[in-house]
């Protein structure tokens, strides 16, 4: 009798612990995860504070559980766009969730959820490549041009030892909403 149920959790365990790594694959950013390169040479590299120059370029990145290393690519819905900008342009509320002037926006359009956003230098805004939606990172992912009428949500952060880390979940729902 233990024998066999001795077997059965043997076969059971491995299941619920991929399941459980795919769950937290899935999660949405947390409080206490790390930022890795979502793509290019570094993907999956730890991001600091300092890989980040002010003005730009901005750097796409996915959430990681710190406890486990697990980066949560499992959704394209994580992915994170991060940009340092100039602290003193930053307006009241997103200054609270920047760090040195770094801020985190989802990566995904709120008009028809495109990703691949083209960072418009000369005006530090993202420019969406499907329906040119235009938001402003400095003031909470404002819309400036385009069909989209939800601002990107925004991800607070915080830092320590150098490390860029989130600092709580995204402010309103990622993707599209169509009701
Ligand atoms: S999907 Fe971004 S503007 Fe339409």
Same mark, same amino acid.
């Given at each position: ?17 991929? *399941?459980?790594?795919? @769950? &937290? #694959?899935?999660?949405?950013?947390? +409080? %206490?995860? !790390? =930022? ?5 040479? $570094? ?17 796409? *990145?996915?959430?990681? @559980? &710190? #406890?486990?290393?697990?980066?949560? +690519? %499992?959704? !394209? =819905? ?5 940009? $340092? ?29 495109? +990703? %691949? ?63």
């Amino acid at each position: 009798m233990h024998a066999a149920l001795g077997t059965g959790l043997g076969l059971l365990l491995p299941d619920a612990a991929r *399941a459980q790594g795919a @769950d &937290a #694959a899935n999660a949405r950013p947390q +409080d %206490g995860d !790390r =930022l890795v390169y979502a793509d290019g040479d $570094r993907k999956g590299a730890v991001i600091k504070l300092d890989d980040l120059k002010v003005g730009g370029p901005p750097v796409t *990145a996915m959430p990681q @559980d &710190a #406890a486990t290393g697990t980066v949560r +690519d %499992g959704s !394209r =819905l994580n992915q994170i766009l991060l940009v $340092r900008l100039d602290p003193s342009r930053l307006q009241v509320d997103t200054q609270a969730r920047a760090v040195q002037g770094v801020v985190a926006y989802s990566a995904v359009c709120t008009h028809a959820g495109c +990703d %691949g956003f083209a960072w418009t230098a000369d005006k530090q805004t993202y420019k969406c490549p499907c329906h040119d939606s235009e938001f402003d990172p400095a003031d909470a992912a404002k819309i400036i041009g385009g069909p989209a009428t939800r601002r990107l949500p925004a991800l607070p952060l915080k830092s320590a030892e150098g490390q860029l880390l989130v600092a709580g979940t995204f402010t309103s729902r990622v993707g599209v909403i169509s009701n």
